[in-house]
């Protein structure tokens, strides 16, 4: 593909005539070649708006995070560091979304805005713990209520309710040991 375009406003008309994977292709190609700081923030945020409308979380929150280390102000990189950390939790994949929660924290200003972004955390796991049983997603689910018994802004009513479905993952799936584990510690 042939790209002449380097300015936000062309890449926007550009993209108007294109459909989603061929956005995809170009937007992918434009980032290989030197841009300015704004019209390569609109790309990368452009093209993981595209990859999580076709379900492919871990690659948009790798993107947005990506936009967050270029972002010019403290408040835009920790928007886009917690946006990521979302988009990580949702595909499943905790360890990089404890990457872009850390990289969050350490742009915050305040401890309350801190607190604020550990407690979406562990809002953001409770949820998506909660869409895997109804997806009956057994063992995804089994990971989010483990990571969340892990975290240390989850109280004691949300661990114990944590463990009790967690019981209940382990005896679905078989895990008799942690089962019993689980069940001697409550």
Known sequence: ??????????????????????????????????????????VLLKLASIYKNKGMLAEAGRLVRNAADINTTYEGMMNDYTKAMQLFIQSGDFDEADISLNKAV???????????????????????AQEYIKRDKRKHAML????????????????????????RL?????????????????
């Not at 972004?117 to 796991?125: L, M, N």
């Not at 989010?144 to 019981?167: C, G, M, P």
């Not at 382990?170 to 409550?186: A, D």
């Open 170 to 186: 382990y005896e679905q799936l078989g895990k008799v040991k942690e089962f019993y584990n689980l069940q001697k510690s409550m």
């Open 1 to 42: 593909m042939i790209i002449k375009e380097s300015n936000r406003k062309d890449v926007e008309a550009r993209l108007s005539t294109m459909g989603d994977y061929v956005k995809i292709d170009y937007l992918s190609e434009l980032l290989k070649n030197n841009l300015d700081y704004d019209t390569r923030r609109f």
């Open 144 to 167: 989010a209520f483990e990571k969340l018994l892990s975290i240390r802004e989850t109280n004691s009513d949300e661990k114990r309710q944590a463990q009790t479905q967690l019981l």
């Open 106 to 128: 350490a742009s915050c200003n305040t401890e309350g805005q801190r607190a604020a972004i550990k407690i979406k955390r562990k809002e953001t796991i409770q949820l998506q």
